[in-house]
C-alpha cells in the first residue's frame, strides 16, 4: 500500500481543510518547502491539490506545483480543475507529473477520461469524492444522484484503474477513515482503490491497508503530529 503525503494548494500556500470548508482552511507555508519536507522523511509518492482549480476550474497555481516538483525527485500526482485534454497535457507533459487525477469531469464528461486513458495510459486516476451517499462535484459544491460505486464502475468501463476515493464528511477530521465504503469500493469495483479523508492514527492507516486499499492520503494528521510519516511508511509497500 503507497502512504501519499497530501499537499494542498490555496492562492500559493499549503493548507488544510476541514470537510472541504474553503473558508475552514490552516495555512501551512510554502508547497515546495512541506513537499521536500514529506520526501526527505522517506515519502515515495506526494499526493497535490490545486483546491483553487477545483472550485474555479482555472489552473492558476501552475508555478506552485511547478516549484514543488523541482524542488522533490518522487513521483507527484495532482488533481483539481481538470476539464480537457488540454488540461491534462499541460499536467503531464508541460509539468511532467507522474499521474493527474480527475474529478468532476469523471462524472460530466466520461469522454474526456476515456481520451485522456488511452494517451496516458497508468497515469490518470478518477477522483471520486462522496457526500452522504452520493458523488459530490466541483469542489464539493454540488452532489450528483449517483453512487461512488457506480461511478467507480462507469471509469472501470472506459480504461480507469485507479481511483481516489473520497469520504467529505471525513476529510480533515480526524476521526477515521470511511472503511465500510472503501471495502466496497474495494469489492464491487476490482479497483486501486486509494483512501482518503479521516486518517487521524497509525491504527486508521492499518484498518485502509486490512481493507485492501491500493493507497492511502494522509493530510491533517501528519501537520499535526497525530500521525509520524516514518511509523505510516512501515504499512507502505
Keep these: 500500500m503507497t502512504i501519499y503525503p497530501a499537499i494542498d494548494i490555496k492562492n500559493g500556500r499549503c493548507v488544510r481543510l476541514e470537510k472541504g470548508d474553503m473558508q475552514k482552511a490552516t495555512d501551512y507555508g510554502e508547497p515546495a518547502i512541506m513537499a521536500k519536507k514529506w520526501q526527505d522523511a522517506g515519502a515515495k509518492f506526494l499526493h497535490v491539490v490545486d483546491l483553487d482549480a477545483a472550485f474555479a476550474g482555472e489552473f492558476s497555481n501552475f508555478k506552485t506545483v511547478e516549484k514543488i516538483l523541482e524542488a522533490v525527485r518522487i513521483p507527484v500526482q495532482l488533481g483539481g480543475g481538470i476539464r480537457s485534454m488540454a488540461d491534462v497535457d499541460a499536467r503531464l507533459i508541460g509539468l511532467k507529473l507522474a499521474r493527474v487525477v480527475i474529478g468532476t469531469a469523471a462524472f460530466e464528461n466520461p469522454e474526456l477520461v476515456r481520451q485522456a486513458a488511452a494517451k496516458y495510459p497508468g497515469r490518470i486516476a478518477a477522483g471520486i469524492d462522496a457526500k452522504e451517499g452520493k458523488v459530490a462535484l466541483k469542489g464539493w459544491v454540488d452532489v450528483a444522484d449517483v453512487s461512488p460505486v457506480a461511478l467507480a464502475l462507469r471509469m472501470k468501463e472506459i480504461g480507469i484503474d485507479t481511483v481516489i476515493y473520497t469520504d467529505i464528511a471525513k476529510d480533515g477530521m480526524l476521526t477515521g477513515p470511511n472503511i465500510k465504503v472503501t471495502r466496497e469500493m474495494i469489492e464491487k469495483t476490482g479497483l486501486h482503490i486509494i483512501a482518503s479523508g479521516g486518517i487521524g492514527s497509525i491504527e ?13 492520503i494522509v493530510g491533517r494528521a501528519l501537520y499535526t503530529g497525530n500521525v509520524e510519516l516514518k511509523a505510516a511508511l512501515e504499512y507502505g509497500d
Design 204 to 216: 486508521d492507516i492499518a484498518a485502509v491497508k486490512a481493507a485492501g486499499a491500493a493507497g492511502v
